[in-house]
């Protein structure tokens, strides 16, 4: 979400973030907040990414800042989707306002890497998530229960959630809804589920399984070539379908494919206080390591791609 503040003699008169998908952006929200309108012609306008310039689901947010007549506007990065890139800097500037670009620019290219991501790349940002064991698997070879076997703690699935409800989907492997049916939803934490998708070769799944229950959205894709990559294949479903943000929650074969074929931005990796002795391996991968975190007995490690 683009973040936006509008600032009157060192106070902040209005505020605003993205509403969903083809509500206001940013920029309208924070002008609506103002209460006196008429301290715009004296304020300066901060925003993370460049306002747009061009008609998609909502009008130009820079036409709407030169209406009111804000002199000053502090940006923090260009956004480079080619129908802005530059465009609303150059209409702000062409109006007489004073324009500064590239405050905190690294700070918000970070923020806005899914954004990034999805109109660079073609492809939605990717997570990729996994808990295992000490000794270095993510799941036994054989179990009793339709149910997944916890490897960590109650508050590393707790932030596992959170996680969902940050991002816009959450991927899995026929495999992983056979053996565990899970639900993959937000049930510890506060916030909006995730789309579901579902790679199916072979049609296995029934209605019956919670992975379709009414909680979320559920799209089911077999319309995939599996004797080519699959991971490249399934992103350019995703860049179809609109989604930005993805997290690949297993199973071993689909997270491997994302791996293989370099298609992921971050791993998150868990390692649990067990040992399985025998299961199925954690994938294979090389990331830098960005940090780590204990939840009790549990590891945390995210890696990025660089």
Same mark, same amino acid.
């Given at each position: 979400?683009?973040?936006?503040?509008?600032?009157?003699?060192?106070?902040?008169?209005?505020?605003?973030?993205?509403?969903?998908?083809?509500?206001?952006? *940013? &920029?309208?929200? $924070? !002008?609506?907040?103002?209460? =006196?309108?008429? /301290?715009?012609?004296?304020?300066? @306008?901060? #925003?993370?990414?460049?306002?747009?310039?061009?008609?998609?689901?909502?009008?130009?947010?820079?036409?709407?800042?030169?209406?009111?007549?804000?002199?000053?506007?502090?940006?923090?990065?260009?956004?480079?989707?080619?129908?802005?890139?530059?465009?609303?800097?150059?209409?702000?500037?062409?109006?007489?306002?004073?324009?500064?670009?590239?405050?905190?620019?690294?700070?918000?290219?970070?923020?806005?890497?899914?954004?990034?991501?999805?109109?660079?790349?073609?492809?939605?940002?990717?997570?990729?998530?996994?808990?295992?064991?000490?000794?270095?698997?993510?799941?036994?070879?054989?179990?009793?229960?339709?149910?997944?076997?916890?490897?960590?703690?109650?508050?590393?699935?707790?932030?596992?959630?959170?996680?969902? *409800? &940050?991002?816009? $989907? !959450?991927?899995?492997?026929? =495999?992983?809804? /056979?053996?565990?049916?899970?639900? @993959?939803? #937000?049930?510890?934490?506060?916030?909006?589920?995730?789309?579901?998708?579902?790679?199916?070769?072979?049609?296995?799944?029934?209605?019956?399984?919670?992975?379709?229950?009414?909680?979320?959205?559920?799209?089911?894709?077999?319309?995939?070539?599996?004797?080519?990559?699959?991971?490249?294949?399934?992103?350019?479903?995703?860049?179809?379908?609109?989604?930005?943000?993805?997290?690949?929650?297993?199973?071993?074969?689909?997270?491997?494919?994302?791996?293989?074929?370099?298609?992921?931005?971050?791993?998150?990796?868990?390692?649990?206080?067990?040992?399985?002795?025998?299961?199925?391996?954690?994938?294979?991968?090389?990331?830098?390591?960005?940090?780590?975190?204990?939840?009790?007995?549990?590891?945390?490690?995210?890696?990025?791609?660089?």
């Amino acid at each position: 979400m683009v973040g936006c503040v509008i600032v009157h003699n060192n106070s902040i008169i209005g505020e605003g973030f993205t509403s969903k998908y083809g509500g206001n952006h *940013a &920029e309208v929200n $924070a !002008i609506q907040s103002v209460k =006196n309108k008429s /301290l715009l012609k004296q304020a300066t @306008l901060y #925003v993370t990414l460049e306002p747009c310039s061009h008609y998609g689901k909502t009008p130009p947010c820079s036409d709407l800042i030169i209406a009111n007549k804000i002199p000053k506007v502090v940006i923090g990065c260009i956004d480079d989707n080619k129908l802005v890139a530059g465009k609303g800097i150059e209409k702000l500037i062409n109006a007489g306002c004073h324009v500064t670009v590239g405050v905190l620019e690294e700070a918000c290219k970070t923020h806005h890497k899914r954004f990034f991501t999805f109109h660079n790349k073609k492809r939605p940002y990717i997570i990729l998530k996994w808990a295992e064991t000490k000794d270095g698997f993510i799941a036994p070879i054989a179990k009793n229960e339709q149910k997944p076997v916890w490897i960590t703690n109650e508050y590393s699935r707790q932030l596992v959630h959170k996680w969902r *409800a &940050e991002e816009q $989907a !959450i991927l899995v492997g026929a =495999n992983t809804v /056979l053996q565990d049916n899970p639900s @993959l939803t #937000v049930r510890d934490w506060s916030g909006e589920n995730p789309v579901r998708i579902v790679i199916d070769r072979d049609q296995n799944i029934s209605k019956s399984y919670d992975i379709y229950n009414s909680e979320a959205e559920t799209i089911t894709k077999n319309d995939i070539d599996f004797t080519k990559q699959r991971a490249s294949q399934i992103c350019a479903i995703l860049f179809k379908n609109e989604i930005t943000s993805v997290i690949i929650e297993g199973g071993a074969k689909t997270l491997q494919d994302f791996i293989d074929e370099n298609l992921w931005d971050e791993a998150r990796v868990f390692t649990g206080n067990k040992l399985f002795k025998q299961g199925v391996n954690a994938p294979s991968f090389s990331g830098r390591l960005d940090h780590e975190i204990c939840i009790n007995e549990d590891v945390l490690k995210i890696y990025y791609n660089d």
